[in-house]
């Protein structure tokens, strides 16, 4: 009896790139088959072209700029590449579904998320108003979203990371299509969340006996849900096989890079914090006020509650715990960024949250923040030599001089100096990381505040920025509060770890006593939602 033929099949196909990009094909010559009831992961790192051979295959390519220039793609039997826009239509969203990475950007901000699944039941069914509506909660109930009927009325911004990417799941499910593209839908997502979409994604695949392509950088993802993977650099598939070939018997040097980058749960042993302490936070809290007017009840938020921290001269502190957790605005209140409202947070001999703001100006070059995206925090309409001057030009520095310095702490963090004179939007997301880091230096600080500094990094590029972060911290002998929902990733850096859980520290202690005998049941789920756990453990110095 013969096999079944594959679900898509995708021959030899190139995509060709304008004339002016860094090279003539974002994919070249690229071939690859998904089966029925398989999941296969494309795996990559960012610019390998894995986001483009998604689009190709949905029939998203930005033309004329981005074009089909060779190969087919054969789903169901069916050649797609010569597909009209009415064809497209129809197959797309029945057949064929995606899920894309970002779910703020993919869905429409105002429109309700009710609203925006009932667009695939419109186009796509005869089902009248009231049985769509029912489809709606069904969908929304079966991807694990709380109160669903009051949910689908909720705007995007609205719900959280996770709940949006569950809203993105349960439109693309909406009429159980043969063939799911998932293009890096967990990236940046918290570890929980993360391993509950990735168990979603799962789960649904099976029952429904669909193709997925799942689209993602990093190897511990893959050891979770693959059964194939194909590898792609620089537009080219450079290794195919099933997860457990690759995972423990990768052959291409490239593979073997990716795989080495996954963060383990090691790293060198941490330093004894006998060293002066130059931070110390006591009690600190912030509340938010939610909502409040004439005829709405008010509703509070206690972000942070009677939040300690003391960190040491040379020492990484972590704070680790998922969105919502109050690392962030623990973070902002350490540093004055948001007014806490009660609490002290003694720095250089002074309580920084009751200093007037002038004599706050005077100690803000002693204590730095880098933040989550470069790119939204560096100003897109100047160089980043003038960017990274302008805080020791803001403090007195001659401008000669801070530019002088500037194109040297380029150079420290691994950058040409003469980056000095380009813009943000020319660089990688790791260069802008690296550019954000150098401002943070310029200042000569005595701490460092790192806010999810690599979440939406590739794990190669994660990799670099962590051993830079290292490298600088041990040269400078800089201290730093360093903020993360990766467990894998606190393990690089840290010494100590804090886990934080709405709003409180549930648990502290050394890295090795964090990660072999951990106390509390949040930081137990933490260790257990890190993905490819069991493939990439480690034992912890």
């Known amino acids: 009896m013969s096999a079944a033929p594959p679900l898509l099949e995708v021959e030899n196909l190139v995509v060709a790139l304008p004339p002016d990009a860094d090279r003539p094909h974002a994919v070249d010559d690229v071939s690859f088959a998904v089966n029925h009831g398989e999941i296969l992961c494309l795996v990559g790192e960012s610019g390998s072209g894995k986001s483009i051979t998604a689009q190709a295959i949905m029939g998203l390519l930005s033309e004329p700029h981005v074009r089909l220039a060779g190969g087919r793609i054969v789903f169901e039997g069916r050649d797609l590449t010569g597909l009209d826009r009415a064809a497209w239509r129809d197959l797309r969203g029945s057949r064929i579904a995606m899920i894309f990475q970002e779910p703020m950007t993919a869905l429409n901000p105002v429109m309700r998320v009710g609203v925006q699944i009932d667009e695939v039941l419109v186009a796509h069914t005869d089902l009248d108003r009231a049985a769509r509506e029912r489809r709606v909660i069904e969908l929304l109930d079966s991807v694990g979203l709380p109160d669903p009927a009051r949910l689908r009325l909720s705007y995007p911004f609205r719900l959280s990371g996770g709940q949006r990417q569950r809203v993105m799941v349960a439109g693309a499910l909406a009429l159980e299509p043969a063939l799911l593209v998932a293009d890096e839908p967990t990236t940046a997502l918290d570890v929980t969340t993360q391993k509950q979409i990735l168990e979603l994604i799962r789960s649904i695949q099976r029952a429904k006996r669909m193709g997925v392509l799942f689209i993602t950088h990093d190897f511990g993802v893959v050891a979770e849900i693959a059964d194939r993977v194909a590898v792609m650099q620089h537009g080219r598939i450079v290794e195919i096989g099933t997860a457990a070939e690759i995972l423990n018997n990768p052959q291409h040097a490239y593979t073997r890079q990716l795989i080495a980058a996954v963060p383990r749960y090691q790293a060198g042993a941490a330093i004894a914090a006998a060293g002066q302490a130059v ?129 040297e702490l380029l150079k420290l963090v691994g950058l040409d100096p003469a980056a000095a004179d380009r813009y943000p939007h020319e660089f990688s997301g790791g260069q802008r990381q690296r550019v954000g880091l150098a401002r943070a230096l310029a200042l000569d600080p005595e701490v460092l505040v790192a806010d999810e500094p690599v979440s939406a990094l590739d794990v ?82």
């Open 460 to 541: 190669s590029v994660q990799a670099q920025v962590l051993e830079l972060l290292a490298d600088i911290r041990r040269r400078l002998d800089l201290a730093m509060v360093f903020i993360t929902h990766d467990l894998r990733v606190a393990a690089q850096v840290c010494d100590t770890i804090c886990v934080m859980r709405q709003g409180q520290i549930v648990e502290r202690g050394a890295k090795a006593d964090i990660f072999g005998r951990p106390q509390h049941p949040y930081t137990r789920e933490l260790l257990a939602a890190i993905p490819g756990r069991r493939q990439f453990a480690a034992e912890v110095g």
């Open 279 to 407: 931070l110390s936070a006591r009690s600190v809290s912030k509340r938010f006020v939610l909502a409040a007017g004439l005829f709405t009840q008010k509703r509070v938020l206690d972000a942070v509650k009677d939040v300690d921290l003391v960190v040491h001269a040379g020492e990484t502190v972590g704070l680790v715990g998922e969105s919502g957790s109050g690392k962030s605005t623990f973070a902002r209140c350490l540093v004055r960024l948001i007014n806490a409202d009660r609490g002290e947070v003694e720095f250089a001999g002074s309580n920084l949250l009751a200093l007037p703001n002038v004599r706050l100006r005077a100690l803000r070059p002693r204590i730095q923040m880098i933040f989550q995206d470069p790119y939204a925090s560096l100003n897109p309409r100047r160089k980043v030599g003038r960017i990274i001057a302008e805080g020791p030009i803001a403090h007195g520095a001659e401008p000669a001089v801070a530019l002088a310095k500037a194109r």
